[in-house]
T-cell receptor, first 111, second 114 residues
Framework: KNEVEQSPQNLTAQEGEFITINCSYS?????LHWLQQHPGGGIVSLFM???GKKKHGRLIATINIQEKHSSLHITASHPRDSAVYIC?????????????FGQGTRLTINP | DTAVSQTPKYLVTQMGNDKSIKCEQN?????MYWYKQDSKKFLKIMFS???????INETVPNRFSPKSPDKAHLNLHINSLELGDSAVYFC?????????????FGPGTRLTVL
């Protein structure tokens, strides 16, 4: 089992719907990133979180360190939000650090 | 202006060849990275360089070697290419380490080994 699990793996919704993508991890972390990969392949960093909540436009990311869980929300979804969303964490194993990526959530927003 | 650029965008080569992918960032960042995305779209970090010092080297074959001539460049050299090296390789940069700031990604280089 991967140390970072995302759900759902695939999500299809209608334009305007509220979207939630979840990321759970099983290791201690120093930071969590949400990335967006467009259909053309380009990758954009959306958020970096170590605690609490961040908002950027229609996107909101939250993290609960105790529960080892983060969520990415999209309000008033639009077809241009269609992309793969990737959660990634920097984990700590004693003195060593490791970067671990989730398998991605493919989001499709239909007009 | 392109923040993180990679060349070439596509690279098709024969097994056994040696090739390089170049990466340049004009953001003044002090940390650069190489990532590999396989055919299943799974992203993995390969290298992380900070101030010309390697700080993360995941379990990558030693056929892969990062070369940083200066803070703005981190090139990826691959020797004796194998079929399994076919993937998309992304370069990225950030100011400070991975857990301090967001990353800026290059457009990717699709490597196909025949």
């Amino acid at each position: 089992k991967n140390e970072v699990e995302q759900s759902p793996q695939n999500l299809t919704a209608q334009e305007g719907e509220f979207i939630t993508i979840n990321c759970s991890y099983s290791v201690g972390i120093s930071a969590l990133h949400w990335l967006q990969q467009h259909p053309g392949g380009g990758i954009v960093s959306l958020f970096m979180l170590s605690s609490g909540k961040k908002k950027h436009g229609r996107l909101i990311a939250t993290i609960n360190i105790q529960e080892k869980h983060s969520s990415l929300h999209i309000t008033a979804s639009h077809p241009r939000d269609s992309a793969v969303y990737i959660c990634a964490v920097r984990s700590r194993y004693g003195g060593a650090q490791k970067l671990v990526f989730g398998q991605g959530t493919r989001l499709t927003i239909n007009p | 202006d392109t923040a993180v650029s990679q060349t070439p965008k596509y690279l098709v080569t024969q097994m056994g060849n040696d090739k390089s992918i170049k990466c340049e960032q004009n953001l003044g960042h002090d940390t650069m990275y190489w990532y590999k995305q396989d055919s299943k779209k799974f992203l993995k970090i390969m290298f992380s360089y900070n101030n010309k010092e390697l700080i993360i080297n995941e379990t990558v074959p030693n056929r892969f070697s990062p070369k940083s001539p200066d803070k703005a460049h981190l090139n990826l050299h691959i020797n004796s290419l194998e079929l399994g090296d076919s993937a998309v390789y992304f370069c990225a940069s950030s100011q400070g380490d991975w857990d301090r700031s967001e990353q800026f990604f290059g457009p990717g280089t699709r490597l196909t080994v025949l």
